[in-house]
T-cell receptor
Framework: DAKTTQPNSMESNEEEPVHLPCNHS???????IHWYRQLPSQGPEYVIH???SNVNNRMASLAIAEDRKSSTLILHRATLRDAAVYYC?????????????FGKGTKLSVKP | DAGVTQSPTHLIKTRGQQVTLRCSPK?????VSWYQQALGQGPQFIFQ???????QRGNFPDRFSGHQFPNYSSELNVNALLLGDSALYLC???????????????FGPGTRLTVL
């Protein structure tokens, strides 16, 4: 399983962009990069995933390095509701769907 | 759609006791996974159930067992409780049958278990 490194915490101001980095230098060629987040007192929720190309959805964008050893989750305009712990999770695409390996993640604080 | 529901919300037990936690998956989902989340840590995978059978298991002792019912709901049982079992227990559901290439997991709010 690929090991990930994320900052323990980050701060942002409301309505400013946030770039959350993740290093996954041991990622395998078949692993997708998933991001989940966990709001206070809630279970994790899916944010985005990708393989090689940058990805966008209504919640965020995912920028993946060309060598796939790192990625960055981008929140274009942080809101107070985005305050959460963000987890970067390399995982096999269609295989072990139950076996999401969570690290400690990055705790994002958003200041008004 | 109620999403993933779990019961009870909170539970207090004493060492040596047994506990059963329950999970109802999101409508249309047939796969249930259980995770344990200790305070300040990320969730740790316990096991996954599909077609009423345990399909995968994480690094947890046999004291942790589960069951999936024909309606896809699931139970997590923990025997001989230890103080270290105090944690938030999360249930996640997903679907194997949609035919989509990616099946995200939907998590419930969890059951907070305290062992005294």
């Amino acid at each position: 399983d690929a090991k990930t490194t994320q900052p323990n915490s980050m701060e942002s101001n409301e309505e400013e962009p946030v770039h959350l980095p993740c290093n996954h230098s041991t990622i395998s060629g078949t692993d997708y990069i998933h991001w989940y987040r966990q709001l206070p007192s809630q279970g994790p929720e899916y944010v985005i995933h990708g393989l090689t190309s940058n990805v966008n959805n209504r919640m965020a964008s995912l920028a993946i390095a060309e060598d796939r050893k790192s990625s960055t989750l981008i929140l274009h305009r942080a809101t107070l509701r985005d305050a959460a712990v963000y987890y970067c999770i390399p995982a096999n695409y269609g295989g072990s769907q139950g076996n999401l390996i969570f690290g400690k993640g990055t705790k994002l604080s958003v200041k008004p | 759609d109620a999403g993933v529901t779990q019961s009870p919300t909170h539970l207090i037990k004493t060492r040596g006791q047994q506990v059963t936690l329950r999970c109802s998956p999101k409508s249309g989902h047939d796969t249930v996974s259980w995770y344990q989340q200790a305070l300040g840590q990320g969730p740790q995978f316990i096991f996954q159930y599909y077609e009423e059978e345990e399909r995968q298991r994480g690094n947890f002792p046999d004291r942790f067992s589960g069951h999936q019912f024909p309606n896809y709901s699931s139970e997590l049982n923990v025997n001989a409780l230890l103080l270290g079992d105090s944690a938030l227990y999360l249930c996640a559901s997903s679907s194997q049958i949609t035919g989509l290439p990616y099946n995200e997991q939907f998590f419930g709010p969890g059951t907070r278990l305290t062992v005294l």
